[in-house]
């Protein structure tokens, strides 16, 4: 039995797992964000206000939100603030703005102060980097997934360190 269960590939239980928290996190972070900043910053005139990674660039330098089809794992970083790759110093702190005012006013539960919403969106962008190169891309791109991996994953996310459950009680819905 130990050899048949070393030959399988647990790629599915990875993929399910980290699927389930992409959803949550594309409702908020996505959806949510998007519909929130439409509300106060209307894309058409003021896109300059909207966080980077929310905004898609075509090769013609036509400028449109980002669909969510194309928000992953890897976009949750850029959503949060806290990766300061490929935009300028002014862009890094227009992305702050805007998360934390998010989270202030309709992502996080009341009572966040600025320093615990920046912990948790830190904590949130961490974690899904993490699962995101331990388990995901791995399970979707690359060999199969071992048994202990997969258990892993699941442990990590959902069973015993809980991290979806963690990140859903600090949201407001």
């Not at 206000?49 to 794992?73: H, Q, Y």
């Not at 966040?112 to 904590?123: D, G, H, K, S, T």
Request: proline fraction near 3%.
């Amino acid at each position: 039995m130990a050899m048949m269960s070393s030959q399988l590939d647990y790629s599915g239980v990875c993929i399910l797992v980290t699927k389930a928290l992409e959803g949550e996190l594309k409702q908020r972070l996505c959806i949510d964000f998007k519909a929130y900043l439409q509300k106060r910053y209307p894309f058409e005139i003021q896109y300059k206000e909207w966080p980077a990674a929310l905004v898609k660039t075509g090769k013609s330098g036509l400028r449109k939100i980002l669909s969510d089809n194309d928000f992953t794992l890897g976009t949750v970083p850029f959503v949060c603030g806290f990766s300061k790759k490929y935009i300028s110093s002014q862009k890094y702190i227009t992305n702050k703005k805007r998360v934390l005012e998010f989270s202030r006013e309709q992502l996080f539960a009341p009572g966040m102060n600025e320093q615990q919403m920046e912990q948790a969106l830190n904590m949130i962008s961490t974690e899904v980097e993490n699962a995101r190169t331990r388990y995901r891309n791995p399970a979707a791109h690359t060999n199969a997934i071992q048994k202990c991996t997969a258990d892993e994953c699941l442990r990590k996310l959902i069973d015993i360190e809980r991290l979806l459950i963690k990140m859903l009680d600090l949201f407001a819905y």
